[in-house]
């Protein structure tokens, strides 16, 4: 009998098996996630397995492969994402103090949620943009890749229990108006009105892959770059430098930065607490 | 002093904070490990805990930025409302996943991505908590073959999480406060 080969001890098994299951999912379906952090990816990874009770990643990888049904539950359980409204109100409360007045001098505004999820951000905006008057001049583009989460988006459905959450959090942002005016509840949930959503044009974008689509004033793109690796960052924070107006706007997750990114010198501080930056002058 | 290739991450809920004020300004100022924390704290905008340690510690302490390099000889503390991992490359990642036993931050998250990076080179401690937050994390950490360490439950202000971490992983090392510190400190002078 020969002998076992010796193992090389680089990469462990299981980062190998990772490393070749992200490569299926990509070469079969087209989703790109190679250069997304490790770590986290490694757990909803773990989910998945444990979801579709295979033993190791390379039985995963062999059930996504020949399994598209499969496939489509594990890519939104890698893509998922919740949010709230108005989630940290001091971002929002900079936003409409600090940005909104210069959002003021444009005639017409285009605004990108890069990363919308489920609409929770978006539906912030929308309103906060109606309470400021800047709504009928303004564009929202809202992307995702989780085409689930954009059709929940477009709906503007939410759970009651966290309701109590939001209407506090629009209070902390300097909301001028109830919250309540937005929504009516019924059958467990609260739908805001789709006025709202009148300006707003969803679609299915990867910050992976695809490319700049159009010319915006401000971005806001919060807690989707950290499950990024820095080079996939980089990327990102390149197709939001190309796709920005002079001096406009971007807004990011309160602990991300710019620091570790060599796109750092694209932007300035415009308000540094809350993570908004601005597009240099070129 | 020579830096080893190792780190330490400690978790703690309910009655955190005093035994950390034990532990953190106990380590000398040539502590030479990165220190990872996570504390259970209600998710607010800014948490205090990095600045109320930095006044009191002698290595240096900070709250973590996503993407950042890990440094050797200083505190990090997991932000309020994320999840704070360690990657392969050495660098701190945060997720706003869901929370692991009502928690996020979360200590499994931390303990089960620092075993992944670290493997055996990787210290773990579980302190005083109300939860069971942490024990399989500790579990992972043992599993790679790293140091596993369990505040004796009856020197905890809340005993149940030292209690569930032993219970998943009994062969952990149980020790009070003090000698928490001792071996800390005594693991990086051999």
């Not at chain 1, 059958?187 to 679609?203: I, T």
């Not at chain 2, 409302?81 to 009502?102: K, Q």
């Not at chain 2, 009070?176 to 800390?184: A, H, K, M, T, Y």
Request: proline share 4%; hydrophobic share 45%; with cysteine.
């Amino acid at each position: 009998m020969d002998a076992a080969l010796t193992v090389m001890d680089e990469l462990t098994t299981e980062d190998i098996e990772i490393r070749l299951l992200l490569e299926a999912l990509y070469r079969r379906y087209h989703y790109d996630f190679r250069n997304y952090a490790q770590a986290s990816i490694k757990r909803r990874l773990r989910q998945a397995r444990q979801q579709l009770g295979v033993a190791t990643f390379s039985a995963l990888q062999d059930r996504l492969l020949h399994d598209p049904e499969a496939a489509s539950r594990v890519v939104r359980l890698l893509t998922v994402q919740v949010s709230d409204f108005f989630r940290d109100p001091g971002y929002f409360r900079a936003i409409r103090e600090k940005v909104v007045p210069h959002l003021k001098t444009y005639p017409s505004l285009k605004v990108w949620i890069a990363g919308c999820s489920a609409g929770e951000e978006l539906h912030s905006f929308a309103i906060l943009f109606r309470e400021e008057g800047l709504e009928d001049r303004t564009l929202f583009y809202a992307t995702d890749i989780n085409q689930s989460a954009l059709d929940a988006a477009a709906q503007g459905i939410y759970p009651i229990s966290r309701l109590q959450a939001f209407t506090e959090n629009h209070r902390l942002s300097g909301g001028r108006s109830s919250l309540s005016d937005y929504y009516t509840t019924g059958y467990g949930g609260a739908v805001f009105d789709k006025s709202l959503r009148e300006r707003v044009v969803f679609s299915d974008h990867s910050l992976v892959t695809d490319a700049v689509f159009s010319e915006m004033h401000l971005i806001s793109c919060r807690n989707v770059m950290i499950y990024f690796d820095r080079q996939l960052q980089d990327r990102a924070l390149g197709l939001f430098s190309d796709s920005l107006i002079r001096n406009g706007f971007l807004g990011l997750g309160s602990k991300e930065s710019l620091r570790f990114s060599a796109r750092a010198d694209d932007f300035v501080d415009f308000v540094k607490d809350e993570k908004i930056y601005q597009r240099r002058m070129a | 002093m020579i830096v080893s290739g190792g780190a330490v991450a400690i978790g703690a809920s309910a009655g955190a904070i005093q035994m950390l004020l034990r532990i953190l300004p106990a380590l000398p100022k040539t502590y030479p490990l990165p220190v990872f924390v996570v504390v259970h704290v209600p998710p607010g905008r800014r948490s205090e805990l990095a600045t109320l340690f930095a006044g009191k510690c002698r290595i240096a302490v900070q709250e973590a930025e996503d993407k950042q390099p890990v440094i050797a000889g200083t505190i990090t503390f997991a932000p309020p409302d994320y999840h704070m991992l360690i990657e392969t490359d050495r660098t701190l990642s945060l997720s706003t996943d869901d929370p692991v036993f009502f928690s996020r931050p979360s200590i499994d998250v931390l303990f089960e991505s620092a075993a992944d990076a670290y493997g055996a080179a990787m210290t773990g401690v579980i302190l005083t908590g109300a939860n069971e937050d942490g024990a399989n994390g500790l579990r992972a950490i043992g599993l790679c073959g790293g140091r596993t360490i369990v505040q004796n439950p009856a020197t905890a202000y809340a005993r149940a999480m030292p209690e569930a971490a032993l219970a998943r992983w009994p062969s952990a090392c149980v020790l009070g406060p003090d000698q928490i510190v001792e071996s800390l400190i005594a693991a990086v002078d051999s």
